[in-house]
Nanobody, 128 residues
Framework: QVQLVESGGGLVKSGDSLRLSCTASGRTFSSYAMGWFRQAPGKEREYVAA????????YYADSVKDRFTISRDNAKNSVYLQMNSLKPEDTAVYFC?????????????????????WGKGTLVTVSS
């Protein structure tokens, strides 16, 4: 059974940093793109960042560019999201996801429809 488990969420103040982790089990994702999405209260889930299978292609939503950094460690079957200069509008449940097709690198990996596996999410709350 494939599982993606996020960790690292919490309550922080505006301007603080957090590092989210996502570890997969039940399948090796070293050949698959992975991404982070988030859902704020009362809003639809949105894409945050995505990284190709080998880390060679990385994409960010405009709202987090220059503040967030996505990375991966294929040896650990894990993906990370370093979040700096957090703002109250970053408050959301953050979801880790993995692509359903191997070796994709194009911007398709930033879409929810490309992701076949999802974690249950970790809550990030940023106070002003």
């Amino acid at each position: 059974q494939v599982q993606l488990v996020e960790s690292g969420g919490g309550l922080v103040k505006s301007g603080d940093s957090l590092r989210l982790s996502c570890t997969a089990s039940g399948r090796t994702f070293s050949s698959y793109a992975m991404g982070w999405f988030r859902q704020a209260p009362g809003k639809e889930r949105e894409y945050v960042a995505a990284i190709s299978w080998n880390g060679g292609d990385i994409y960010y939503a405009d709202s987090v560019k220059d503040r967030f950094t996505i990375s991966r460690d294929n040896a650990k079957n894990s993906v990370y999201l370093q979040m700096n200069s957090l703002k109250p509008e970053d408050t959301a449940v953050y979801f880790c996801a993995a692509d359903g097709r191997p070796l994709r690198t194009n911007p398709t990996i930033t879409t929810e429809r490309a992701m076949a596996y999802w974690g249950k999410g970790t809550l990030v709350t940023v106070s002003s």
